[in-house]
């Protein structure tokens, strides 16, 4: 058939009992924008059914396409999947596919891609049932990665936004494995807006994140934008070599003036201790510096990209 104008991609994890209703409603909503679109449900793996739902919708719903993962490889590689697998010429959603992201807002996102933006990136400012756990976790997180990634990461920004075909392209071309996708929607660049919405709860089941998940994802995240905490142990390198400088310069002014009792031996050990720890962090450091250099070289982002030009 022929390439739509519009790709919805829903990574789908276990959420069997509530996709037909929220596929439906996606696709209610959709209709009446008056472009061609395709839901690009992704079935990351799942083990409840979703696989056997999705394929049973795809006979009441022409406009869904299902791609089934052979096993649970995450919200990011599902993500991944879905922008480059999406056959839309004009723009890419992402959405969660439990009801957080309401598709009620997909009129509004794709209003704005028409009036040019090339990123129409949501903004989460309350979630109906986020616990005081989650919540703190993700102040803590975002704070981290900006205070130590080279990358603004607006927090609360959410894997529900719009794409364009280039914004999308851009991304699809850069080349690294741990993807990160909310940071790297802002590496890439272009133009892009925000809309604010309030999370609801879960149209069903629970948080597909478990502690292990989140834990991956934000070390994905920090070390996808940052490598600070390679370098970091040059500091206290220097610290401990000045330390044991200082030190020794008071060591031999106490043995020459002879104040104070020396115990032999004590010193010299304490000074070695000092500036050999010392310049093993600096060493550890140095590493750092290059290991950090590799592995910008092996993501291989590219150096620059185009955006198309305005008319
Ligand atoms: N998801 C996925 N693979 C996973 C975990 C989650 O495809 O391994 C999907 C899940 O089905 C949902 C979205 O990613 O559509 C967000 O997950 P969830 O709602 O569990 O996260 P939370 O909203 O609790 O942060
Ligand atoms: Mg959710």
Redesign the pocket.
């Known amino acids: 058939r022929e390439s739509p104008q519009l790709s919805i991609v829903?990574?789908?994890?276990?959420?069997a009992d509530i996709l037909p209703a929220f596929i439906e409603t996606v696709v209610l909503n959709a209709r009446p924008m008056g472009l061609s679109f395709e839901v690009l449900a992704?079935n990351?793996g799942s083990s409840d059914g979703t696989g056997a739902v999705l394929d049973n919708l795809t006979q009441r719903i022409p406009e869904l396409r299902v791609l089934h993962f052979s096993r649970?490889?995450?919200?990011m590689a599902?993500l991944t999947a879905g922008l480059d697998h999406a056959a839309a010429t004009g723009a890419v959603i992402t959405m969660?596919?439990?009801g957080?992201h309401p598709p009620e807002m997909l009129p509004t996102l794709v209003e704005r891609w028409k009036e040019g933006v090339d990123i129409v990136q949501t903004v989460r400012r309350e979630t109906s049932d986020a616990t005081l756990g989650k919540r703190a976790s993700s102040f803590l997180f975002y704070y981290i990665l900006n205070r130590l990634g080279d990358t603004p990461v607006v927090s609360g920004a959410a894997?529900f936004r719009l794409m364009s075909r280039q914004a999308v392209d851009a991304l699809k071309n850069l080349p690294e494995k741990a993807r990160f996708v909310r940071g790297l929607v802002f590496w890439i660049g272009f133009k892009m807006e925000y809309v604010e919405f309030n999370a609801p709860a879960?149209l069903g089941g629970?948080?597909?994140?478990n502690l292990r998940?989140m834990l991956r994802f934000a070390i994905d995240g920090i070390t996808s934008f940052s490598t600070v905490l390679l370098r970091l142990s040059v500091g206290g390198g220097l610290i401990a070599v000045a330390a044991a400088v200082v030190y020794g310069l008071i060591i031999v002014f106490l043995y020459i003036t002879q104040e104070g009792n020396l115990e032999t031996g004590w010193s010299s050990l304490m000074l070695a201790v000092l500036f050999m720890g010392g310049l093993n962090l600096i060493a550890v450091g140095i590493l750092g510096e290059y290991i950090g250099r590799i592995y910008s070289e092996v993501k291989n982002r590219p150096l620059y990209i185009l955006r198309g030009n305005t008319q």
Not at 10 to 15: G, S
Not at 72 to 75: P, S
Not at 206 to 209: D, E, L
């Open positions: 829903l990574p789908c994890y276990n959420e992704v990351d649970n490889f995450g919200h599902a969660d596919s439990d957080q894997d879960r629970h948080s597909k994140y998940k």
